[in-house]
């Protein structure tokens, strides 16, 4: 059982999956933007787990925002942000 | 402004257990007495009503501080419990203590090093939640821990048996034991168990002292005969004092060990009642009457607790409720109000210079409709209008004065139907004051109430403030709600009637007499009428386009209807089947009108009108286009025979002989199953592929039938296909089902399967695949069915009726879930949508910021999300 999920997590990258979105974390800059734009704070935005697949691939600190690209059939492209916590 | 009204905000409440000498701080009398009144009805001291807990008597006041029920809000009392009880309610904590502290020193059973190490652990927790969470692992760590790490003493398990006693090994533990146990437990412990030692103690948690509420909060009531009755909290409280003073007479009588534990186990049993009286394993505790007592937590709990009752659900005035009826000859937004509910109803208005003839009129009017029921003063006297004082009310009335009037025709109103599923079950309408009992409503108006005229009731609501008015008028009305923020059609179109009148006018060959149309156009509203199009045998007639132009504001629609045959090469204008409308700048120029057009959720013509020219065109258009269509039918005549069924003996023939096909061909499907031979679909079973197979067949011999009935029954007059047609009611399969064959009956997706040993009646043989065992229906309505397709077609009825009878109740609940969890998500100016707490859920509304209302969808789509649903 082990061996399959190690296998699993070397071989297989799951952003070529085409049900996953494009995942990026934003730099410090876009993060101040993004605030200022919703006037909102860090803890106001959704978030995400650090031990999401996604998170854990791309690597996020704890209070990194992800931005995720998501395709949407009456927007055509959409984006979403999200916080990472830690559990 | 904030500074001065505001002076100390609340952060939080938090609730925590009472301590015994906090019950004893809090208490103004100590309760000895199970007596409720003396021999003089007077309350007595030391009991349950004692005058120190505050008077719920308006001639007395409290003696404890002076106040008259108005302002003194009761003060608690207490009663010393003889042996102390185990609070219900706290038994997980008690249990939890007991299984994870060693018997002997208290202490919990884990080293100290590990201690620390959980202490850290919950310290650090972010929420409540959390926190809870890292208390169950600890629990689960040490619930079967066998020796304490402190003192080496062997641990026994703890059991418990419910709902409030517990076993070590074999030997019960009494409330005293359990008590002492908990007394134990340093502070230091009871934080990795889940007790904040500066919120409380464990032992708190077994009872020595009750406090006993105020009587304002259980309140007696005198009856219309003189007598007392008592709330259930009394009853309940008076239980346990007179169960606490016999197990005290007990114990100082030094009564034998048997008799004190069955009183003490009364008394445990007397208290949890009070606090709970729906604790599994305990009988419920009953009034005398049989009724089961409310006591603490039902008073919060349910749909009758407060929270459901009192705070979320509010009753309100100034509201009527009665049967509604239909009445096709007032406004689409208007409603018919009942006289005798109209002169009950008022509508405040504040007087002022330009109105106060008015006013004056309606006092003079008093005991007369309309006139006005009351008149407020500006220092808010409140005086009721009759013939004796009129006089003086005329006298003294000026502007600032508020007058209370009957409801009048034109007064907005909000007219709702439960269930309230989506916004459009309240609406604004306009009052329309008629005689007899019951609200009148337009037909075109039932759709978004989902209401028809079986014994439906509706309440109608007058809003009392200006504020309210307009927002109703501006936000609410029905001229606001003809498209649906589902995906953008109309809600509020022409049905039934409507749709079939508006499509035998369109029909080309229609001509409508110049009386008869002048008739139906001032029903319309349109006064100034065209020159009459057509001449035909020296009379003057009007052509049905022409009149239904006249609905028609300026507008530009062209699209094929529902009688469109999809040709390869579409004729447009000149298609035979009328399928092709056009309309330019407001004149019908081809096609006939059908639902496509100005049917509820379908109507592309209503929506193309608000999109092209707004809602007010849009109202005044399905307004007079069902006048237009009612009229017309009611002027055409329209009735259904059971000869629309009846076919040519060749046709007969040919139905007949295409279900013998179709039977024949899964005969032959069968054969070739059972030889194997049969290929089965990716991701089914051979059975499953047959099945599927069979089904596919079957339906489309009942296709096929249904095209050879629309064929042989094609004289366009018979009003059964007329109806089917235009989609006013009934489709062509309908037709089909009464005129030849009904075809297979499909129970959840499947041929019929159940009943026998592998058959589904003793009359087929085991494991018979054939068309007619499984539920296949060869014969239509008219001609009759077999007893055995008969019995088949009551299967999928029944079970029709019970699966909707045994959904609704599941949807509505899910959905009350759904409305609790969203309820207060609403979209911000920055069109991102936000919870309570401002907190982001989306950034843009629905991805695109757009509003679903005036979404222009195309019919794939639609017949798509449809599906869907």
Redesign the interface.
């Known amino acids: 059982m082990k061996m399959i999920e190690e296998r699993d997590k070397e071989e297989f990258d799951i952003f070529t999956h085409r049900l996953v979105p494009r995942h990026r974390i934003i730099s410090e800059e876009e993060k101040r933007e993004l605030l200022t734009k919703y006037n909102a704070k860090l803890a106001d935005l959704p978030r995400i787990l650090i031990t999401d697949p996604v998170v854990r691939k791309l690597g996020a600190k704890p209070g990194d925002v992800i931005e995720i690209t998501r395709s949407s059939p009456t927007a055509g492209e959409t984006k979403y942000y999200r916080v990472v916590i830690v559990e | 402004m904030e500074q001065e009204i505001c002076r100390e905000k609340i952060a939080g409440i938090e609730f925590r257990m009472l301590s015994p000498e906090m019950i004893k701080k809090m208490a103004v009398v100590k309760i000895t007495s199970s007596e409720l009144y003396d021999a003089d009805g007077y309350p007595t001291e030391g009991g349950l009503m004692d005058p120190r807990m505050g008077s719920i008597d308006p001639a007395l006041r409290c003696r404890t501080c002076g106040g008259s029920i108005n302002d003194c809000p009761g003060h608690f009392g207490y009663i010393e419990l003889a042996y102390p009880v185990i609070h219900v309610e706290y038994v997980p904590l008690i249990y939890n203590f007991l299984r994870c502290t060693c018997r002997k020193c208290g202490r919990i059973l884990m080293s100290d090093e590990e201690c620390e190490k959980w202490k850290a652990k919950i310290l650090k927790a972010e929420s409540k939640i959390r926190r809870k969470y890292i208390v169950g692992q600890i629990i689960n760590k040490l619930k079967n821990v066998k020796k304490c790490p402190h003192c080496h003493t062997i641990q026994e398990k703890i059991k418990l048996e419910k709902p409030s006693t517990f076993y070590e090994g074999n030997k019960q533990l009494t409330p005293i034991d359990v008590r002492e146990r908990l007394e134990k437990v340093p502070d230091q412990d009871c934080i990795l168990l889940g007790l904040d030692p500066n919120v409380g103690r464990p032992e708190w948690a077994v009872l020595t002292l009750l406090p006993i509420p105020p009587p304002s909060m259980r309140p007696t009531i005198t009856l219309e005969t003189g007598q007392r009755s008592e709330d259930d909290l009394t009853h309940k409280l008076s239980d346990i004092i007179r169960n606490n003073e016999r197990l005290y007479e007990n114990l100082n009588a030094g009564a034998p060990e048997v008799i004190i534990e069955d009183l003490w186990e009364l008394l445990q049993y007397h208290v949890t009642t009070y606090f709970n009286n729906t604790i599994a394993q305990i009988p419920v505790a009953r009034h005398r009457s049989g009724r089961p007592l409310k006591t603490l937590a039902q008073r919060i709990r349910g749909k009758d607790g407060i929270f459901r009752k009192h705070l979320a659900g509010k009753r309100v005035n100034f509201c009527a409720r009665t049967v509604i009826s239909p009445d096709p000859f007032i406004g689409i937004d208007e409603v018919g109000v009942p006289l005798e509910i109209a002169m009950e109803l008022t509508v405040p208005e504040r007087v002022n210079e330009l109105n106060i003839e008015q006013m004056k009129k309606y006092i003079e009017n008093a005991e007369n409709y309309p006139c006005a029921l009351y008149v407020v003063t500006p220092d808010n006297k409140r005086k009721r209008v009759t013939k004796e004082t009129k006089e003086l009310i005329l006298k003294e009335l000026a502007p600032g004065y508020i007058v209370e009037r009957q409801l009048q025709d034109g007064d907005i109103v909000l007219f709702n139907r439960q269930p309230s599923l989506h916004k459009i079950s309240i609406i604004a309408h306009r009052v329309k004051v008629l005689p007899y009992r019951s609200f009148r409503i337009n037909v075109c108006a039932t759709i978004p109430y989902n209401a028809d005229f079986d014994g439906d009731e509706m309440n109608l609501h007058v809003p009392q403030t200006e504020e309210a008015r307009a927002e109703a008028e501006i936000l609410m009305s029905v001229r606001q709600h003809i498209l649906t923020p589902r995906y953008g059609l109309p809600i509020i179109g022409c049905i039934q009637d409507y749709v079939l009148g508006c499509y035998l006018l369109t029909q080309p060959d229609t001509l409508v007499e110049e009386d008869e149309a002048q008739k139906i156009l001032y029903f319309m509203g349109i006064y100034d009428m065209p020159e009459p199009d057509v001449k035909k045998d020296g009379k003057r007639y009007y052509s049905g386009k022409l009149l239904f132009s006249c609905s028609l504001p300026k507008v530009n629609y062209e699209d094929k209807n529902l009688s469109c045959r999809k040709c390869e090469k579409c004729k447009l204008e000149k298609c035979e089947y009328g399928a092709y409308v056009k309309i330019r700048n407001g004149k019908l120029i081809s096609g006939c009108i059908d639902a496509k057009l100005i049917a509820p959720e379908k109507g592309f013509l209503i929506q193309k009108i608000v999109n092209d020219l707004g809602m007010k065109e849009a109202y005044d258009f399905i307004q007079k286009v069902s006048m237009l269509g009612i009229l017309f039918l009611q002027y055409h005549g329209s009735s259904i025979y059971i000869s629309d069924t009846d076919l040519p003996p060749e046709a007969i023939k040919e139905i007949k002989e295409e279900i013998r096909r179709g039977v024949e061909k899964v005969d032959r499907l069968i054969e070739i199953y059972r030889k194997g031979e049969l290929e089965a679909y990716p991701g089914k079973t051979l059975e499953e592929t047959f099945e599927l197979m069979a089904m596919m067949e079957l339906n489309r011999t009942r296709n096929k039938v249904a095209q050879i009935v629309e064929k042989y029954i094609s004289s366009p007059n018979i009003p059964t296909l007329q109806m089917a047609r235009s989609g006013a009611r009934g489709s062509l399969s309908n037709l089909a089902s009464m005129a030849a064959c009904v075809g297979q009956q499909n129970l959840r997706g499947l041929r019929i399967r159940r009943g026998y040993k592998e058959r589904t009646l003793p009359h087929f043989e085991r494991g018979d695949l054939s068309a007619a065992a499984r539920g296949f229906i060869t014969h239509g309505y008219k001609a009759g069915l077999t007893p055995i397709e008969f019995f088949f077609h009551s299967i999928v009825g029944r079970d029709s009726v019970m699966d909707t009878s045994l959904r609704t109740p599941r949807s509505g609940y899910l959905q009350r879930r759904l409305v609790n969890a969203l309820q207060d998500l609403k979209v911000s100016y920055?069109l991102?949508v936000?919870d309570s707490?401002?907190?982001?859920?989306?950034?843009?509304y629905?991805?695109?910021?757009?509003d679903p209302t005036f979404h222009k969808i195309v019919e794939g789509v639609i017949n798509e999300l449809r599906a869907s649903t």
Not at chain 2, 846 to 850: A, K
């Open positions: 920055d991102s936000r707490e401002n907190k982001i859920v989306q950034f843009i629905g991805e695109d910021g757009l």
